[in-house]
């Protein structure tokens, strides 16, 4: 029999790296997109491999992905220690709190109130509907 | 904003949390990995219903680039977060799942906070030097 609190312990250890990596993996990847434009457009334009080739040789895109596959992996873990009721509502809102955080220091974006309510109220939100 | 770029928002949302609640079926199935079996969480990829939850989110990833190539970061997360009132609704209409006064006041939180913020601009910030012409460039 498994004790209860090691499995809490590994489950929000494993929510802190989902937290971590999936935020940075956000950024990371929010900047690639942003800094090759709207992807619909250059489709429409260029073609669908040029879209590709251009997103896949993008090195913010490269290590977003890999921030990516952490939180990924974490998220795997969690969920073989903990309820997806836990693990997926406690990452979630905190990833959005997170995000809000991040994009306005490393991106730049204008998180204005409208932003900061509407990343507090999802956040609230995924909470209530996972207990 | 168009009908384009509010059905990727939609594929956004809908892809996330079935491929969440695929792979934790599957990882049910696959059981208790410790840190010292991490062999075993790569082999987790195995379970059928772990593939079809990746599959998923291969779809969810694919949207999400797209939508944040047009929109701010906090924009995308909190106007795709409908997928989870999709899923309370789903549970409650077509799987005739009870649903706590609780659940009912998550959902019209998240509700708000989509409202909020697709009411606003998708992108604050400037977009960065386009690529496409410098690979052009490179390539010429």
Redesign the interface.
């Known amino acids: 029999m498994i004790p209860r609190a090691m499995s809490n312990l590994n489950a929000w250890l494993a929510i802190l790296a989902v937290v971590l990596s999936s935020s940075a993996g956000d950024v990371l990847l929010s900047r690639a997109m942003r800094k090759i434009g709207d992807l619909g457009e250059l489709r429409r334009r260029r073609g669908l491999k040029f879209v590709m080739l251009l997103v896949v040789r993008n090195r913010y895109f490269l290590l977003g992905v890999i921030c990516m596959a952490v939180s990924f992996y974490s998220l795997l873990f969690g969920l073989s220690w903990n309820d997806v009721s836990l693990i997926g509502p406690a990452a979630a809102s905190l990833t959005f709190v997170a995000n809000a955080f991040a994009a306005k220091i490393f991106l730049h974006e204008h998180v204005d109130r409208r932003r900061w309510a509407a990343a507090l109220l999802v956040a609230a939100g995924v909470v209530l509907m996972g207990v | 904003m168009n009908l384009?770029k509010y059905l990727?928002l939609a594929g956004v949302s809908i892809f996330a949390p079935v491929g969440?609640?695929l792979?934790?079926y599957g990882?049910?199935q696959?059981?208790?990995?410790t840190v010292h079996d991490i062999p075993d969480?790569l082999l987790?990829i195995t379970n059928p219903w772990?593939a079809l939850g990746i599959l998923f989110?291969l779809g969810f990833?694919a949207s999400?680039?797209?939508a944040?190539?047009?929109a701010?970061?906090?924009?995308v997360?909190?106007a795709s977060?409908l997928g989870?009132v999709l899923l309370?609704l789903i549970a409650k209409f077509a799987l005739h799942e009870q649903i706590s006064l609780?659940?009912w006041?998550?959902?019209?939180?998240?509700?708000?906070?989509?409202g909020?913020?697709t009411?606003?601009p998708e992108r604050?910030?400037r977009?960065?030097?386009?690529?496409?012409k410098r690979?052009a460039q490179e390539h010429s």
């Open positions: 384009r990727i969440d609640s792979l934790s990882m049910k696959v059981g208790n990995i969480l987790a772990v989110l990833f999400y680039m797209t944040l190539s047009w701010d970061l906090t924009y997360l909190p977060s989870y309370a609780t659940r006041l998550g959902i019209a939180l998240v509700s708000c906070g989509v909020f913020v009411s606003g604050t910030s977009t960065g030097p386009h690529l496409e690979v």
